[in-house]
């Protein structure tokens, strides 16, 4: 029973990890069909950040929303230097831009902090919550919190406030959003910076479960959009479930069946969703007109 | 192309091939410097380049200025066997250090053989050196040798039933199956094998199952990176009380700092590198091991690691072979290294012989055990 409930605290810790990172590719997607494979890297931006911020003594009630802002920085230039310039290139060259970035941000990461591998002390400490025989990280409860308050925000401001719809209308048909007086431009600026700075949140979360380094993002998205793929694109309700449902397979796998086959129960879970659901658990069943 | 021109890149190819003229002693590197093993070729290339610096300042190798002509392969197999190709007809070396990665120096390994080059990898895997060839040497210790060196540990404590938990990295994987291989002859059993992935965030429930595994008496860590700092914070995490053990592949001090409280008692092998001022000063290694991080520290502000330390060793032995055999030539050099006696590094002592190529026994392990965030020998 005790194993039980702590497969289930592990496969929960791990899936609110790649939910955070899954509602990141979210708001991008909605705004622009762009699945931005630079993802990973806001998230390690905002663990490096703290993490060196922390290391020179600052306190983390600081550290952390300074790593947030950096990441956010980091998002609102990548769009405004490499997206936009690319104007009105197909959605396939955006995306090909974005690897792009990604790789360039994983170099200047090796110049700006260092090659090695970083984490500091969880925000309520280091030592493991016990009930039933199994335990958990306070970290660990800091992360899912995290996860359900930007899964909350994200719901409502995508659909309920001005800005937020317009980055719906500007995804459904950037023409016609024009044409109704949607400043289009600013939603996607406005996209890239939300989904820049939710990165940065996740990596400030799940750095002391995780660790980080330069090189930590590819991974981190990797996970991240397979929870994406899952829950449905551009769904943030999608994003969760997709990220806690990979979490919890991988868990139960290396627990029950064998911890050499848990990343590929996770991916045939993924597939035979994918095959009867294509659009996802979540995701809106779409119409090309042609 | 006009004559012009091409008059300009034949002055400029005479000033190429000119200028090295004054350099005597050619000795090559292909080292990761960069990519995701330039943890290992970063400080094998400084440690090549203060080495280099302080021979040549001390007056070289019997007169003869040392020039290094070092590439960086990023790890890559395919980039060590173009580098190896140019350091063997344009740079025409006399002996090649390198290869920090066991698949970079496999690439490279025939191309010196071929041209007679003696080549010192600083890889860590057995096929290196077994079959033995014979133009190619290595410095680290084996996995199968850290292995058997923990099972003896064990062993000795009176323990046998080992429950295996491993990356699924290529280090971890190799020595997973290196200790899976001489469990039997070392006199343990293993009860329990599990594996994680490089990027994975928790292992509770790969230690559970070990941790309720019947008869289990301790638990063996093979991995590499920040894999093993995550598996000792949730063994710790989990309140497992079974002697734990790690591998030489975390033996630094960012592993303590990683791993935090949850590291206290883990034992691992690794080389006096790491317990400089606890040597003994009859310790043969003492010297070496003391004098490297001196001067490693002075040239470049920071501790040096265990890999560096292959380098080390690599490049002396190379220096060695010159001056005993008081020839630079590549033939004269291999027979040099091969016949490496009692050499003192800062890994282990060496003693090479044509069916040993590595040179080192259990002993140039030391069995250290984590306590109050330093290390401390065991034996």
């Known amino acids: 029973m005790s194993e039980l409930l702590q497969f289930v605290l592990s496969g929960v810790t791990v899936g609110a990890i790649y939910a955070a990172v899954a509602l990141g590719f979210t708001l991008i997607y909605n705004a622009s069909g762009v699945v931005n494979f630079a993802q990973g890297e806001f998230v390690v931006i905002g663990g490096m950040t703290a993490a060196a911020l922390i290391a020179l003594g600052v306190p983390v009630i600081i550290a952390a929303p300074l790593a947030v802002i950096a990441g956010t920085l980091v998002g609102i230039a990548l769009y405004r230097l490499a997206i936009k310039p690319a104007g009105k290139a197909p959605l396939v060259?955006?995306?090909?831009?974005?690897?792009?970035?990604?790789?360039?941000?994983?170099?200047?990461?090796?110049?700006?902090?260092?090659?090695?591998?970083?984490?500091?002390?969880?925000?309520?400490?280091?030592?493991?919550?016990?009930?039933?025989?199994?335990?958990?990280?306070?970290?660990?409860?800091?992360?899912i919190g995290g996860s359900f308050v930007v899964f909350a925000a994200l719901a409502w401001f995508i659909g309920h406030t001005h800005a937020g719809r317009g980055i719906r209308a500007t995804a459904s048909n950037r023409f016609a959003a024009v044409l109704v007086g949607i400043n289009t431009g600013r939603a996607m600026n406005l996209s890239f910076a939300l989904s820049a700075g939710i990165g940065a949140l996740a990596g400030v979360l799940a750095t002391p479960v995780t660790f980080t380094s330069y090189d930590a993002g590819v991974l981190m998205a990797l996970k991240g959009f397979s929870a994406t793929m899952l829950g449905g694109v551009g769904s943030p309700a999608g994003a969760l479930v997709g990220g806690f449902a990979i979490g919890l397979i991988e868990a139960m796998t290396a627990g029950y069946i064998s911890s050499d086959y848990k990343d590929a129960a996770a991916f045939i879970v993924i597939l035979l969703v994918l095959f009867v659901m294509p659009q996802g658990l979540f995701g809106r069943r779409t119409t090309e007109r042609v | 192309m006009t004559l012009a021109k091409l008059g300009a890149c034949a002055t400029a190819l005479a000033l190429l091939t000119a200028a090295p003229a004054l350099a005597q002693i050619k000795i090559g590197a292909s080292l990761a410097v960069t990519g995701p093993a330039s943890f290992l070729g970063d400080p094998e290339a400084k440690t090549?380049?203060?080495?280099?610096?302080?021979?040549?300042?001390?007056?070289?190798?019997?007169?003869?200025?040392?020039?290094?002509?070092?590439?960086?392969?990023?790890?890559?197999?395919?980039?060590?066997?173009?580098?190896?190709?140019?350091?063997?007809?344009?740079?025409?070396?006399?002996?090649?250090?390198?290869?920090?990665?066991?698949?970079?120096?496999?690439?490279?390994?025939?191309?010196?053989?071929?041209?007679?080059?003696?080549?010192?990898?600083?890889?860590?895997?057995?096929?290196?050196?077994?079959?033995?060839?014979?133009?190619?040497?290595?410095?680290?210790?084996?996995?199968?040798?850290?292995?058997l060196k923990i099972f003896e540990d064990i062993t000795k404590r009176g323990?046998?039933?080992?429950?295996?938990?491993?990356?699924?990295?290529?280090?971890?994987?190799?020595?997973?199956?290196?200790?899976?291989?001489?469990?039997?002859?070392?006199?343990?059993?293993?009860?329990?094998?599990?594996?994680?992935?490089?990027?994975?965030?928790?292992?509770?429930?790969?230690?559970?199952?070990?941790?309720?595994?019947?008869?289990?008496?301790?638990?063996?860590?093979?991995?590499?990176?920040?894999?093993?700092?995550?598996?000792?914070?949730?063994?710790?995490?989990?309140?497992?009380?079974?002697?734990?053990?790690?591998?030489?592949?975390?033996?630094?001090?960012?592993?303590?700092?990683?791993?935090g409280d949850a590291a206290e008692g883990v034992r691992l092998p690794a080389t006096p590198m790491l317990i400089p001022d606890q040597l003994a000063d009859s310790d043969p290694q003492k010297q070496p091991v003391v004098s490297y991080i001196k001067d490693y520290k002075a040239a470049y502000g920071e501790a040096p690691s265990t890999f560096g330390g292959y380098a080390y060793d690599a490049f002396q032995m190379v220096v060695a072979a010159i001056k005993a055999k008081g020839s630079s030539d590549s033939n004269d050099i291999r027979d040099g290294i091969e016949e490496t006696k009692n050499y003192a590094g800062v890994t282990g002592v060496y003693t090479m012989s044509p069916t040993d190529h590595l040179g080192l026994n259990l002993t140039a392990f030391r069995m250290l055990e984590i306590q109050e965030g330093g290390w401390v020998p065991v034996e």
């Open chain 2, 48 to 147: 090549l380049r203060m080495l280099v610096d302080q021979l040549n300042a001390s007056g070289g190798i019997n007169g003869e200025e040392v020039e290094l002509v070092l590439y960086d392969d990023g790890a890559d197999p395919n980039k060590a066997r173009t580098f190896a190709t140019r350091l063997i007809e344009e740079d025409e070396v006399v002996a090649v250090i390198g290869g920090s990665s066991t698949g970079a120096t496999m690439a490279m390994a025939p191309l010196f053989t071929q041209a007679e080059i003696p080549f010192i990898s600083l890889a860590g895997a057995v096929v290196i050196i077994d079959p033995v060839q014979k133009y190619v040497f290595k410095t680290p210790h084996t996995d199968k040798m850290a292995c």
């Open chain 1, 93 to 143: 060259s955006l995306v090909i831009i974005t690897i792009g970035a990604s790789i360039f941000l994983r170099g200047v990461m090796q110049v700006v902090f260092d090659k090695q591998i970083h984490r500091y002390e969880g925000f309520s400490g280091d030592d493991a919550l016990r009930f039933l025989g199994a335990t958990l990280l306070p970290q660990s409860l800091w992360i």
């Open chain 2, 159 to 259: 323990m046998s039933k080992v429950g295996l938990i491993s990356g699924t990295g290529g280090f971890g994987k190799s020595m997973r199956e290196q200790c899976l291989a001489v469990a039997g002859e070392a006199g343990v059993e293993i009860v329990a094998d599990e594996t994680y992935g490089p990027g994975d965030a928790d292992v509770t429930p790969q230690l559970t199952n070990i941790a309720n595994t019947a008869g289990i008496e301790t638990i063996v860590n093979p991995g590499f990176g920040q894999g093993p700092a995550v598996v000792t914070r949730n063994y710790a995490q989990l309140g497992i009380k079974l002697p734990f053990y790690q591998s030489h592949g975390v033996a630094s001090d960012s592993f303590i700092h990683l791993a």
